[in-house]
């Protein structure tokens, strides 16, 4: 019998990259996006087949020391006696099946949940919101044909087919149970979680106002390639969330 052979690390990451994910994962829950569950994944910056995500922890907790590196069936590569998160699954299939992310965001994003079991679509009504245009797909783990009973993404078949739903969009819904957000960069991923939560709301609320919804069209949609202020809002919610 071969031993369990583990993952060999692919090298120490810069301190900045590790602040990263410990910030993303402050702000995330002072948004309310992040509960006392969730979490945040940053591929490994030198192997594409490596992520970088806290161990087991309620994000606002979450500090440097907590950052595991997995490869992408999720095997922690050394973990120290911490434990892993259950929905793990959910970073490593994504990043085996887009190679333009490099963050995930897995939350249980209140005002999602909603539009996850509802017949109303998740469309965009705000400019921030604009990378929502053109679908925002929902994963029924039920319908999967997957041999589930729970609502957890608690393995790579799970994770795997959640990462077929979503396909090449940014977001998608997990029904009854939150979303799924993923960015080229963890700025990008951060502040499409946060606008994701926030235009969930102001549809909700339009809807209640009644009457016909003037969504945001194709031409208003057109995203930049790195939106406006991106960069200067990830700075100050960073610096905020570290307590700088
Ligand atoms: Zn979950």
């Not at 679509?121 to 400019?127: F, G, Q, T, Y």
């Amino acid at each position: 019998v071969t031993p369990h052979k583990l993952p060999s690390s692919s090298g120490p990451v810069d301190p900045a990259i590790i602040e990263d994910i410990v910030a993303a994962n402050r702000v995330l829950a002072k948004e309310g996006v992040l509960d006392a569950f969730g979490h945040v994944s940053i591929r490994h910056p030198k192997d594409p087949n490596r992520y970088l995500m806290s161990r087991s922890r309620s994000p606002i907790l979450v500090v440097a020391d907590d950052i595991m590196e997995f490869d992408l069936d999720s095997n922690p590569v050394d973990s120290l006696g911490r434990s892993p998160y259950g929905e793990r699954f959910i970073h490593g299939q994504i990043y085996k099946s887009r190679p333009d992310v490099h963050a995930v965001i897995h939350s249980h994003s209140p005002t999602v949940v909603p539009f996850s079991v509802s017949q109303v679509s998740l469309r965009p009504i705000a400019h921030t919101a604009t990378f929502l245009f053109g679908g925002v797909p929902i994963f029924d783990i039920h319908v999967e044909d997957i041999g589930t009973t729970g609502l957890l993404v608690s393995n790579n078949k799970l994770g795997a087919a959640l990462a077929a739903t979503l396909a090449d969009r940014p977001v998608a819904l997990m029904r009854g149970h939150g979303n799924v957000v993923v960015g080229p960069t963890v700025a990008r991923a951060v502040v499409r979680a946060i606008y994701t939560e926030v235009n969930a709301r102001q549809l909700a609320i339009a809807i209640a106002l009644g009457g016909p919804i003037k969504y945001i069209s194709a031409e208003e949609a057109l995203e930049l390639p790195i939106p406006l202020g991106l960069e200067r809002a990830w700075e100050v919610m960073k610096r905020t969330a570290l307590g700088e």
